[in-house]
């Protein structure tokens, strides 16, 4: 499905602030596989995200999606068959477009934008029956622009503006973060119940190795960009949540550098 | 005040209005700060000028106007997307290239249209209209501006242009070019400002190289104006907004003038308009012209967020 072979990307290449965020990347992603991605901050899992949906060219290495070698697609290009979700609820969103304009932008995600009608009236059908799923009675304000809702709501609408157009793919960039417990884990709920319906390839970045680890089929942990564990299977379900900063420890030499991780594994749950 | 001196701010207002139109679209809607749109004003004037005084009909000088004016957006827009020239300057080196192109155009400084047919010599001689004729075809001419402006917004691609300078990135993942959006925005708004120009030329019967002097600015202040007083609540709000703003300037500056402000301290008092209006930050925040503050304020609101979170 995805496939990435000997991925390498450098920001600032030659100059003070050279920085080599992805070193020799090669992962494999089945059909239908969830994999959750954790590492410390600065690992490299947003540039690894940006780099499969184009966002950054790279140095060296391939992307292949359903084999077809798409390294030098632009983003917009692939973006037919990528569903991002951004970690700044801001980010994902039309802030000056009402809730269902910003559902047409996805629905048309990947087709030509023509001068057709924005948005027709099965769509708005379409949306309201998709909104009331999310149950945060977003339906009933369909032309509310999208600056007046709150963080969760905005990012519980970006995730059902990725997934309205079924992508091939699924990249989730700390989706959660920014946003309170509930409202988290309203979202995460929300994006399982999505992933699953559509059965979607999901790479999902998270903080929460908790989380990381109930999540999914796979679970990756990247430091100094490369891929330092990957783990799946029954070995995934014995692994705990002081198992991975154990891990951690072991194959990078240092201490899981993010307070945030500490904080969540102590709670054992968000 | 007349009653004349008021019909005549209404006539300007609506006449100026394409151009304040314009001007919404690239600051507001595209988000691009666009210093075309003096030149392409200009442009609109000595086109339409010239077609007319060559013989050709005035509807149809219009219409070469707008295809000129969306050329012009065209250059800024390519300068910018393949180039990688930053938005401001982009807008500068075409209005700086223009000003010789416009000269060439009309072949001297100025052009006279005292003694030729336009359109509102015609609109003049319509008995029935009495002395409104100038006023309602400006009132024509916008509104068909505004009715087709919305409906395009609304397509597919109007909305691409909108998210466009909404969220950049956003609308990018969702597989839109973005360059292209930006080429079509600034075409578009472009077209509108020499449409006006062109209506002015024939407004006032004459076109004249400086005439777009300060285009800007003067729809800055009427889109400020507009959107504080009728507000931008939709999409259709936000157009009338912008000619209703575009009316009243024109009011104030009539007003100003009947006060006894010498013609030439306009420009100054335009620009003051601006100033103070952006100085509150609550009517900055509010009318969000995002496109004229520096980037630092916007970067450091939301790497502070990153940050925090
Ligand atoms: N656009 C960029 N320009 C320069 N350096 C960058 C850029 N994006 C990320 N980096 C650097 O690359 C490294 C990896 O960053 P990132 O992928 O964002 O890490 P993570 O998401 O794992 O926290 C970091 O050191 C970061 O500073
Ligand atoms: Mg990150």
Redesign the pocket.
């Known amino acids: 499905m995805l496939q990435l072979v000997n991925v390498a990307k450098t ?2 290449p030659g100059g003070v ?1 050279e ?1 080599a ?2 070193r020799e990347i090669t992962l494999h992603v089945k059909e239908g596989e969830v994999v959750t991605i954790i ?12 780099v499969i949906a184009g966002v ?1 060219e790279i140095e060296a290495g391939k992307v292949l999606l359903d084999s077809q070698d798409i390294t030098r697609w632009p983003e917009h290009i692939r973006a037919a068959w990528i569903g991002r979700v951004f970690q700044d609820p801001l980010k994902g969103t039309a802030a000056s477009m009402t809730i269902e304009e910003n559902l047409a932008l996805a629905l048309r995600r990947g087709r030509p934008r023509r001068l057709h009608r924005g948005i027709t009236p099965s769509e708005r059908q379409l949306f309201k029956e998709q909104l009331a799923l999310l149950g945060l009675g977003l339906e009933e304000r369909m032309t509310t622009r999208v600056g007046l809702l709150s963080g969760g709501q905005r990012q519980a609408l970006t995730v059902l503006m990725a997934t309205i157009a079924t992508p091939k793919l699924l990249l989730l ?2 989706h959660t973060a920014a946003l309170d417990p509930r409202t988290a884990r309203t979202v995460v709920e929300l994006t399982e119940k999505i992933i699953a319906r559509h059965r979607l390839t999901t790479l999902m ?1 998270t903080h929460n190795l908790e989380q990381a680890l109930r999540t999914g089929n796979r679970t990756i942990m ?1 430091h100094e ?1 490369r891929i330092i564990l990957d783990l799946s299977g029954p070995e995934r379900a014995r692994t705990t949540v002081a198992d991975l900063l154990k891990m951690f420890e072991k194959a990078s030499g240092s201490a899981f550098a993010d307070d945030r991780v500490l904080l969540t594994g102590n709670q054992g749950s968000l | 005040m007349s009653l004349n001196v008021w019909l005549g701010a209404l006539e300007q207002g609506l006449l100026w209005g394409a151009m304040v139109v314009g001007v919404y679209m690239t600051f507001r809607v595209l988000d691009y700060p666009d210093l075309t749109i003096d030149s392409a004003f200009t442009m609109g004037a000595a086109v339409a000028a010239k077609f007319i005084l060559s013989g050709y009909n005035p509807w149809l000088s219009l219409v070469v106007a707008i295809l000129c004016g969306a050329l012009a957006g065209l250059i800024t827009g390519l300068l910018h997307t393949r180039l990688r020239v930053a938005p401001l300057l982009s807008g500068i080196l075409t209005m700086i290239a223009l000003y010789s192109i416009n000269l060439r155009i009309m072949g001297q400084a100025n052009l006279s249209l005292l003694r030729v047919e336009t359109i509102f010599t015609w609109a003049k001689g319509l008995p029935a209209l009495g002395p409104f004729g100038p006023a309602l075809l400006g009132l024509l001419v916008v509104a068909l501006v505004l009715i087709i402006l919305h409906l395009f917004l609304k397509t597919e691609l109007g909305m691409g242009i909108r998210a466009t300078g909404d969220n950049e990135q956003m609308i990018r993942s969702l597989g839109v070019n973005t360059s292209t959006m930006k080429l079509v925005g600034l075409a578009i708004a472009n077209a509108l400002v020499a449409l006006s120009g062109g209506l002015v030329a024939q407004y006032q019967g004459f076109a004249d190289i400086g005439m777009g002097i300060g285009m800007i600015i003067a729809g800055l202040a009427s889109v400020i104006i507009g959107e504080a007083l009728v507000g931008s609540q939709t999409l259709f709000r936000a157009l009338l907004a912008a000619v209703t703003g575009s009316i009243i300037y024109r009011a104030v500056i009539s007003l100003v003038l009947q006060l006894g402000l010498p013609p030439t301290d306009l420009k100054l008092l335009t620009s003051l308009i601006v100033v103070i209006a952006m100085s509150f930050p609550l009517v900055r925040q509010r009318l969000g012209l995002r496109a004229l503050r520096l980037r630092s304020e916007q970067g450091a609101a939301t790497g502070q967020r990153s940050q925090d979170l």
Request: charged share 15%; proline share 0%; net charge neutral.
């Open positions: 920001f600032n602030n920085k965020a992805l590492g410390s901050n600065g690992a490299g899992k947003s540039t690894l995200l940006n950054y960039d700390e970045v990247m960009g």
